[in-house]
């Protein structure tokens, strides 16, 4: 938020009551650093126009010039892959503590490795919070394995058939979401390490994805993978690719389904289990991909989190992220006050 008139805007300034809170804002500026595939699905008019008419403005960073010669930003909002922009936003990030920088470059990191991202979600313990969050049991190949051991491997660790295999890095390209089933141990060893093999957990095809921005939580129905029968485990053998399964095509918000498979997970879980993360994972922008266990009402496994998601597709992300825009800027203000 740019006080006392560091970008003049007389007639962009507007009282706002928060709390007994009351404090003037002029313009926010937000600059962004995103590939232009996601500043497609994430900047749309619908949500620019919006944040305009509150004094948010969008900025894009210009890659080609450093980042402090540009500005001034109120936050930087950034998702981009690789070394040299992580260690241009830590630099900043520590150079400015006036910016608020969404998201912690090493923070973002965590995500980017399957078997790093779920850690988080093993040491909680929600277990009297109506309802058991646990991840599926899972295996890591690193890159040195050789795939021939796998079978041996997964069968010494006891791990139930049939697997989910995933690439163990996740960034950003579409090879790190090619994902395989395996239904024999045998055919394991055709696959690529470094990867994670997961156990697969029958949910009734029906997937939560739950979107966090900041405390806000909003939760979407996804079709998925259907359950797999031991009939058909017992008939089936080899591993094979699945298309991108739950995207936004894939929504099962209006489906007429069985409620015991689509009902969501329920509220106080949802926030003890948001809350949570967005400490432990210190971050303010990212979903979580949820399943129910079928034939249970409870028992839940977190598969996925992903960073700065597509919020595009998130009901009224408009609204959602121009508040916590303005959010940000009002704890600043009010941190600003009392030192
Ligand atoms: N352990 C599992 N048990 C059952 N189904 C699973 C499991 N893991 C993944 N799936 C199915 O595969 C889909 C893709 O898996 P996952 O979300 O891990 O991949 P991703 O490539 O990271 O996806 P995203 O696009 O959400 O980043 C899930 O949406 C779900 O339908
Ligand atoms: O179903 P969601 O919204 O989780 O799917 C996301 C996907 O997980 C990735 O986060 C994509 O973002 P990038 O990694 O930046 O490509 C999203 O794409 P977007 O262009 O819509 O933001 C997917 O929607
Ligand atoms: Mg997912
Ligand atoms: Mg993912």
Redesign the pocket.
């Known amino acids: 938020m740019r006080l006392n008139g560091e970008i003049s805007s007389g007639e962009d300034e507007e009282e706002k009551q928060t709390g007994t809170t009351t404090f003037s804002a002029q313009k926010v500026v937000v600059g962004y650093a995103?590939?232009s595939?996601?500043k497609?699905?994430?900047l749309q008019p619908s949500f620019t126009g919006l944040a305009r008419n509150k004094g948010i403005y969008f900025v894009a960073v210009d890659l080609k010039k450093p980042l402090p010669e540009q500005g001034p930003f109120d936050i930087i909002l950034h998702?981009l892959s690789g070394e040299e922009w992580h260690e241009i936003i830590e630099d900043y990030r520590q150079k400015h503590p006036e910016v608020t920088v969404l998201d912690p470059p090493d923070a973002i990191q965590h995500l980017h490795n399957r078997q790093s991202m779920l850690q988080d979600v093993v040491d909680l313990n929600l277990s009297d919070c109506h309802g058991k969050v646990a991840i599926p049991r899972q295996l890591v190949f690193t890159k040195e394995k050789d795939p021939s051991s796998i079978p041996y491997e997964v069968t010494k660790a006891g791990m139930k058939l049939p697997l989910v295999a995933k690439p163990l890095v996740?960034d950003?390209t579409a090879k790190s979401?090619e994902l395989f089933l395996a239904y024999d141990e045998f055919s394991l060893s055709e696959l690529e390490p470094p990867l994670v093999l997961q156990e697969f957990v029958n949910h009734g095809g029906v997937l939560f994805?739950i979107?966090i921005v900041g405390e806000t939580i909003k939760v979407v129905r996804?079709f998925s993978l259907p359950n797999i029968s031991k009939r058909e485990l017992s008939k089936v053998a080899g591993v094979f690719r699945f298309p991108r399964v739950?995207?936004?095509a894939a929504s099962a918000d209006d489906a007429d389904l069985d409620p015991n498979i689509a009902e969501h997970p329920p509220r106080p879980l949802l926030e003890r289990l948001a809350r949570e993360l967005r400490h432990r994972l210190g971050l303010h922008l990212f979903?979580i991909?949820m399943i129910r266990e079928y034939g249970t009402k409870d028992v839940f496994y977190v598969i996925?989190i992903?960073?700065?998601?597509?919020?595009?597709?998130?009901p009224d992300y408009e609204h959602v992220f121009t508040d916590f825009l303005l959010s940000l800027m009002q704890s600043k203000y009010k941190k600003k006050l009392t030192t």
Not at 306 to 314: L, S, T, V
């Open positions: 995103l590939t595939k996601k497609k699905s994430f998702k996740v950003g979401h994805k979107y996804r739950s995207c936004a979903n991909d996925d992903n960073y700065f998601p597509g919020y595009g597709k998130m």
